[in-house]
């Protein structure tokens, strides 16, 4: 599972097995379920707190696959990646997450996934800039689709990892942690992604929250980003387009008219939405003169997921956010490492919820894989052995 965790990256690897698409993400993935539902069958956690809510989840899901699809074949394939594979892994994962030791690999596999996205997309960025061919509007991006794609796989990395460098009560823990932080904070800040910049610092604010000496991390923090604005004109261009509404480089302007037309679309199909995959055939009869994208989701959360599992399905993810925040209330009061944990998870929450202003932080295989295995993760902590 550590392997498949860190083979996170390889959905973008797509062969075919005779007539099936899959990923290799995938085939990895797949051995670890099938090897670890053999060895853990009898510890695997099935009443937790995410049992009814991922089930409802599942369930808008399923139906939106089946009712309003406009692609069969591609929405079972969504729905297989994105909602049954994750879900089992999570489960599973949960169960082995509940001794520290495999718990700490099953993290090294997500910070290995980690580490290489990063590692890549700084190198590509550097030797950008280095080139004087660096694009700060559509930066070049190894692996993934976009920028915003860099920053929303390694925020909720970057949240458990601030986590566990903060509060974990072992050193070394906390070295391994703080090294991985930063490299993802600085893959994240390299993005250009302003979603990636605001969703970092908050998510940071909200796992420093709980230290002690809050007060100065956060100070320093806002230092840290006056300094990069001030600096850096590129930094300041990248910004200050947001406040200029005629500007055909604002994206909230462009993401307004997207919200527009995916809300009168919901408006008419407010029970089951666009369907898995039906996103962009679904709107076609409610674009106006001022929609002009091509996008394949409404890059909101909310909109998204009402999109694409229904109402059923929305109520899903909602219940999962709220069972989200009452765990973490629980592990607040264990020992060290469910603490860590705990924090952790409120900042991957609170990273999903930033970002997903904006855009859609679930709905790819890695995305959607990391988000499961931080839940199982922190269900383990709270079930150690």
């Known amino acids: 599972m550590a392997a498949a965790l860190a083979a996170s990256p390889a959905y973008v690897i797509r062969p075919h097995l005779g007539p099936l698409p899959t990923t290799a993400l995938e085939i990895v993935l797949l051995v670890a379920l099938v090897a670890g539902y053999y060895a853990f069958w009898t510890e695997l956690p099935w009443r937790n707190p995410y049992t009814w809510a991922a089930l409802l989840l599942l369930t808008g899901a399923s139906i939106d696959t089946l009712v309003t699809a406009s692609t069969l ?18 489960l599973l994962i949960a169960a082995m997450a509940s001794r520290r030791d495999q718990a700490r690999l099953l993290l090294a596999g997500l910070g290995l996934a980690g ?27 190894v ?19 601030l986590a566990v460098a903060v509060f974990s009560e072992e050193r070394w823990e906390r070295l391994v942690a703080a090294a991985l932080y930063g490299l993802f904070a600085l893959a994240i800040a390299l993005s250009f992604s302003r979603a990636g910049w605001l969703t970092l610092a908050c998510l940071s604010i909200a796992v420093c929250f709980f230290h002690r000496r809050r007060l100065w991390v956060v100070g320093a923090a806002a230092g840290l980003a006056a300094l990069a604005l001030l600096a850096s004109a590129r930094v300041r261009s990248r910004v200050m387009v947001e406040f200029d509404p005629n500007s055909p480089r604002n994206t909230l302007a ?9 809300l009168r679309m919901l408006e008419h199909r407010p029970l089951f939405g666009g ?8 709107i076609q009869p409610y674009k106006t003169g001022g929609y002009g994208e091509n ?24 219940w999962i956010v709220v069972q989200a925040l ?10 060290p490492w469910p603490r860590a944990i705990a924090i952790g998870t409120l900042g991957t929450i609170v990273a999903i919820l930033v970002h997903g202003l904006v855009d859609a932080p679930y709905f790819k295989n890695d995305l959607a894989l ?3 295995a931080i839940l199982g993760i922190q269900v383990g902590s709270l079930l150690r052995r």
């Open 254 to 262: 462009l993401r307004r008219s997207l919200w527009e037309t995916s």
């Open 115 to 141: 580490a290489i996205s990063a590692l890549l997309n700084i190198a590509n960025t550097l030797r950008a800039l280095a080139t004087h061919s660096f694009d700060d509007v559509t930066p070049a991006v």
């Open 326 to 335: 009452r765990t973490v209330i629980q592990g607040l009061a264990a020992g």
């Open 73 to 90: 074949t591609k929405a079972l394939g969504i729905w297989k990646a994105y909602f049954v594979e994750p879900m089992l892994a999570g």
């Open 370 to 372: 990391a988000f499961w």
């Open 275 to 282: 369907g898995l995959n039906g996103f962009q055939s679904a």
């Open 143 to 161: 692996i993934y689709n976009s920028a915003n794609d860099v920053a929303m796989y390694l925020e909720p990395l970057a949240a458990v990892a």
């Open 295 to 318: 996008l394949i989701y409404p890059h909101n959360i909310v909109l998204n997921f009402w999109s694409e599992t229904g109402l059923l399905g929305l109520a899903g993810f909602i």
